[in-house]
């Protein structure tokens, strides 16, 4: 079955520093792939997706993925974090259009000034 | 109103009432999804619609009954409920679902929070 890891409950980072977000899963294919953001109060919003072709994808507010295959890895970053960038970030694959998502537990991030 | 909508967005029950909770999309879309998110757990799929005919279901408590009556509109009757059910329900929705070689963002609602008391 798919499982997918995301090691770090909670990560605090300073304002404007850099940050990585860390997801591993767990397939025998590659899997398409999600990062969703969910702020305090509402629901996911997807971030970026990983489906095939450059391994390096970017997405919305600044975020970037990158898909290692030989580490079966999909880490989340961003170079410079905002204030607003504080929320629970989850990490998700899905095999095919049949199979459901499969998510992981989540990282909290919180920002400081 | 563009999306997903959920109402309510807040709900305190007994064990002993039955309520229900409403999702409507604004998309267009086929597919529609429920969702339940616990403190410390993953995302747990509870029902997934696809064209109004359920496609999914992953053992969830029979206390816990879905309802589709269109592609647009997706319930969630609840009925003698416990407290390990305080939640947050989350519905969503996707273009499609059983594509077996393409797959559909599912866009969210921003749920309702469940207490049981």
């Known amino acids: 079955a798919q499982s997918v890891t995301q090691p770090d409950i909670h990560i605090t980072v300073s304002e404007g520093a850099s940050l990585e977000l860390r997801c591993n899963y767990s397939?025998?294919?590659?899997?398409?792939l999600f990062w969703y953001v969910q702020s305090p109060g509402q629901g996911l919003q997807l971030l970026l997706k990983y489906f095939s072709g450059d391994t390096l994808v970017q997405g919305i507010k600044g975020f970037e993925a990158e898909f290692k295959r030989s580490q079966s890895s999909f880490n989340l970053r961003k170079p410079s974090v905002h204030w607003s960038d504080a929320a629970e970030y989850f990490c998700a694959v899905v095999h095919s259009g049949n199979t459901p998502l499969v998510f992981g537990k989540g990282t909290r991030l919180s920002v400081i000034a | 109103e563009t999306g997903v909508t959920q109402t309510p967005r807040h709900l305190v029950m007994g064990m002993t009432n039955k309520k229900s909770l409403k999702c409507e999309q604004h998309?267009?879309?086929?597919?529609m999804y429920w969702y339940k998110q616990s403190a410390k757990k993953p995302l747990e799929l509870m029902f997934v619609?696809?064209?109004?005919?359920?496609?999914e279901n992953n053992s969830v408590p029979s206390r816990f009954s879905p309802e589709c009556p269109n592609s647009s509109h997706l319930f969630l009757h609840l009925h003698t409920l416990q407290p390990e059910d305080s939640a947050l329900y989350l519905c969503?929705?996707?273009?499609?679902?059983?594509?077996?070689?393409?797959?559909?963002?599912?866009?969210f609602g921003p749920g309702t929070r469940l207490t049981v008391l």
């Open positions: 397939y025998g294919a590659t899997p398409y």
């Open positions: 969503a929705s996707s273009q499609d679902f059983g594509l077996a070689y393409s797959y559909n963002e599912q866009f």
């Open positions: 619609y696809s064209l109004e005919e359920r496609v």
């Open positions: 998309l267009g879309h086929n597919a």
